[in-house]
């Protein structure tokens, strides 16, 4: 087979842009890998670049960068994977990795092997957010054990994935979620939980060593009265961050990370899944073919955990 299916798109715009096409099956290069994609999260970043030319800039394009699946071949001088191999990554972020496909080729470093833990919908799921939580708490705030963290969008894609990792690193974890997920997020181990809708998180919180910002706006500003002097604000959204610099002055440090594909973060990742201590969670898996589906989903803020699409 010479083509393959993917979800394209020749404008920017909402949901109902995306729709199926046939396009090249594309060939592994050198150090690369070719693989048969069984399921590809989907990620509010998808939703942004499907509408304004920031990532991608002007279409067509295929979105997608969470992708599970089968390695189908290799390229020369790849030594990690072998034809057969079940992998997952987050590959060439931010750069077009086409996960909305039958198939992706990527560097072949940008790949892990799949948790034997997680199906393939439930590792497409994790590699985009849990880089992302991993790089920011653990890389970049070296959260540490005994420390205390606020998680804001506990219950989110990010927020759920960074409360686990920080309960196995053991600190005390206060989230945010609105009411209806409170006995979720505590499921997932978090020691305090704020309904976000009822009260001020910022009079709420306090004596934090880190705060994590996964909502932007003015929250990670708003959160520099909840950390320690010394401790850190990390954000994931730029937009506020010359305000959070503003009011953390020399009290607070601060971070604003934008998530890289990393082998040793997906190992650390499949580790953790291998232990039982890391799940995403899945709030909908839909068909490659409803892919606006899901992004109506994404759009609309709310979802618990994460969407994926199956392709096989
Ligand atoms: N820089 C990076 O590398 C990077 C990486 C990943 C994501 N991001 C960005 O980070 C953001 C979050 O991503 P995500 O995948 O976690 O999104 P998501 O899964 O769509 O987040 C949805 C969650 O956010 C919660 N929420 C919404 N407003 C909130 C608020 N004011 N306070 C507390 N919780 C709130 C919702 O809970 P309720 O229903 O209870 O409101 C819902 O559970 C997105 O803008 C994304 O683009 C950046």
Redesign the pocket.
């Known amino acids: 087979m010479s083509s393959m299916r993917a979800i394209s798109q020749t404008r920017l715009g909402g949901p109902e842009v995306l729709h199926e096409v046939t396009l090249p099956k594309p060939q592994p290069g050198p150090t690369e890998v070719l693989v048969r994609v069984h399921a590809a999260g989907v990620?509010?970043?998808d939703?942004?670049t499907r509408q304004a030319p920031n990532l991608l800039g002007e279409p067509p394009f295929v979105l997608g960068w969470d992708v599970s699946g089968v390695v189908e071949e290799v390229g020369y001088g790849v030594t990690v994977h072998r034809p057969g191999d079940e992998v997952f990554g987050m590959p060439l972020?931010?750069r077009q990795a086409g996960a909305y496909a039958e198939y992706v080729v990527a560097p072949s470093r940008h790949f892990a092997r799949k948790p034997s833990t997680l199906d393939h919908p439930h590792a497409a799921a994790l590699p985009?957010?849990g880089?992302?939580a991993w790089?920011?708490l653990v890389e970049t705030a070296d959260l540490r054990a005994g420390q205390r963290v606020l998680v804001?969008?506990?219950?989110?894609?990010?927020?759920?994935v960074a409360v686990q990792i920080a309960k196995a690193r053991g600190a005390h974890v206060i989230g945010?979620?609105?009411?209806?997920?409170h006995d979720f997020v505590r499921s997932l181990g978090v020691d305090e939980v704020v309904d976000?809708?009822a009260v001020d998180?910022a009079d709420a919180v306090r004596d934090v060593d880190v705060a994590f910002d996964?909502?932007?706006?003015d929250?990670a500003a708003r959160s520099v009265p909840t950390v320690k002097d010394g401790g850190i604000v990390v954000?994931?959204?730029?937009g506020g961050y010359g305000q959070l610099v503003e009011a953390a002055g020399t009290r607070v440090r601060t971070a604003?990370?934008?998530?890289?594909p990393d082998r040793h973060g997906l190992l650390a990742l499949a580790e953790l899944a291998e232990n039982g201590v890391l799940r995403p969670e899945l709030?909908s898996v839909l068909p490659l073919a409803e892919a606006a589906k899901a992004h109506e989903l994404?759009d609309?803020?709310?979802?618990?955990?994460?969407?994926v699409l199956t392709v096989v």
């Open positions: 990620n509010p970043v939703a942004k972020f931010p985009l957010v880089l992302t790089q920011s804001h969008a506990a219950a989110g894609g990010v927020g759920h945010t979620a609105s009411a209806g997920k976000y809708t998180f996964t909502v932007g706006g929250i954000t994931i959204l730029g604003v990370v934008l998530c890289e709030d994404i609309s803020g709310h979802t618990k955990g994460k969407i």
